[in-house]
Nanobody, 121 residues
Framework: QVQLVESGGGLVQPGGSRRLSCAAS????????MRWYRQTPGKARELLAV???????DYAEAVKGRFTISRDNAKNTVHLQMNSLKPEDTAVYYC???????????????WGQGTQVPVSS
């Protein structure tokens, strides 16, 4: 069974920084694309950042220049460094990964449970 577990959430003041991590564990054969999303009440989940298996990254306009996604393939982890945080960044943040388990012949999408990041003074 595969699990994605986020960590690093918590209250941060406007203008501050926070680093989120997401560790994938279980019978993993290979991880392809990894992503970070966020969601606020009443809104659809928003894609923020993507990192491909080879390291190529892409960002939503709302976070470009402030957030940085990175991954450690040896540890099956993905990080999201968030700088210059604003109150409108307040959300639950989720990681997502397309991965293949050791028994599967195809990639499937897995989600973490989410971690809350309130941005407030």
């Amino acid at each position: 069974q595969v699990q994605l577990v986020e960590s690093g959430g918590g209250l941060v003041q406007p203008g501050g920084s926070r680093r989120l991590s997401c560790a994938a564990s279980g019978s993993i054969f290979r991880i392809n694309v990894m992503r970070w999303y966020r969601q606020t009440p009443g809104k659809a989940r928003e894609l923020l950042a993507v990192v491909a298996g080879g390291g190529r990254t892409d960002y939503a306009e709302a976070v470009k220049g402030r957030f940085t996604i990175s991954r450690d393939n040896a540890k099956n982890t993905v990080h999201l460094q968030m700088n210059s945080l604003k109150p409108e960044d307040t959300a639950v943040y989720y990681c997502n990964a397309d991965l293949k388990t050791s028994t599967a012949s195809y990639y499937s999408s897995y989600w973490g449970q989410g971690t809350q990041v309130p941005v407030s003074s």
